[in-house]
């Protein structure tokens, strides 16, 4: 796991703990603490080596609390730009400690 000291408001990026083959998928899983804030708008931006990894483009992005729009800008590092809105910004599920944001997938390049 990559984020923050527990209780503080942050990000949490979770990365799979067993080895991955070539070919295999690989998912990111993003959560957020906020604290007593809504988290109704959110930027990403995930550098990745192309010759390692692969964005799947289409399929690759998953919310159920977020519209998510993504464009991948390739080169050495590739980036992944992603905005996530809020689909209802009222809502209390994007309130607190362990909003689930999106899951991005990539493959491993072999």
């Given at each position: ?50 010759a390692v990894l692969a964005y799947a483009e ?53």
């Amino acid at each position: 796991e990559l984020g923050f000291p527990a209780g503080q408001v942050g990000l949490l990026v979770r990365l799979p703990h067993s080895p991955r083959l070539p070919s295999e998928s690989l998912t990111l899983d993003f959560t957020a603490t906020t604290g007593t804030q809504s988290l109704a708008f959110f930027q990403i931006s995930i550098y990745f080596d192309p010759a390692v990894l692969a964005y799947a483009e289409g399929s690759g992005l998953r919310s159920s609390l977020y519209t998510i729009n993504a464009q991948v800008t390739n080169g050495v590092p590739s980036r992944l730009d992603i905005i996530g809105v809020a689909i209802d910004s009222r809502s209390s599920s994007i309130v607190g400690e362990g909003v689930p944001m999106l899951s991005a997938q990539f493959t491993l390049m072999p």
